[in-house]
């Protein structure tokens, strides 16, 4: 059996889906660990943002696992893929990881946050106001 060029794009993009499901795991710097560990009085926001960017990284890696995984099943089926399509998937790839890592994970981590932050300070205020009803 030969191997298609489908199935390395399919490796290629399970590789980045990898990479971005495991590295910030791997390479969190000890001052990141211990902001997130603390506690703190209404919430701890580094926990929040961490896992905000938690959700956003696991999107973003399955997608592209489930991609790799589509592109090998695909070649190992047969069908037929133009070459273009093939030649272009890997440049396309490479230009999603680096916006995802120098734009897209910030910014879609922060509005997480910034939500996750939005309802706990909504729950603070309903807790208070049922707190003062009952007194």
């Given at each position: 059996?030969?191997?298609?060029?489908?199935?390395?794009?399919?490796l290629?993009?399970?590789?980045a889906g990898i990479?971005?499901?495991g590295?910030p795991?791997?390479?969190?710097?000890?001052?990141?660990i211990?902001?997130q560990?603390?506690?703190?009085?209404?919430g701890?926001?580094?926990l929040?943002?961490?896992?905000?960017?938690?959700?956003i990284?696991?999107?973003?890696?399955s997608?592209?696992?489930?991609?790799g995984?589509?592109?090998?099943?695909t070649?190992?089926?047969?069908?037929?893929i133009?070459?273009?399509a093939i030649?272009?998937s890997?440049?396309?790839?490479?230009?999603?990881?680096?916006?995802?890592?120098?734009?897209?994970?910030?910014?879609?981590?922060?509005?997480?946050?910034?939500?996750v932050e939005l309802r706990?300070?909504q729950?603070?205020a309903?807790?208070?106001a049922?707190?003062?009803?009952?007194v």
């Open positions: 059996m030969m191997i298609s060029n489908l199935q390395v794009v399919g290629i993009y399970d590789a990479s971005i499901l590295g795991a791997v390479f969190r710097m000890v001052n990141e211990t902001a560990s603390g506690t703190y009085w209404n701890n926001p580094a929040a943002q961490a896992l905000a960017v938690a959700r990284d696991t999107t973003a890696g997608v592209l696992l489930l991609l995984f589509l592109f090998q099943i070649a190992l089926q047969g069908y037929a133009p070459e273009l030649d272009l890997v440049p396309a790839l490479i230009v999603l990881f680096v916006l995802y890592w120098c734009f897209l994970r910030s910014l879609f981590s922060r509005s997480l946050a910034n939500r706990r300070a729950q603070q309903e807790r208070s049922k707190t003062d009803k009952e």
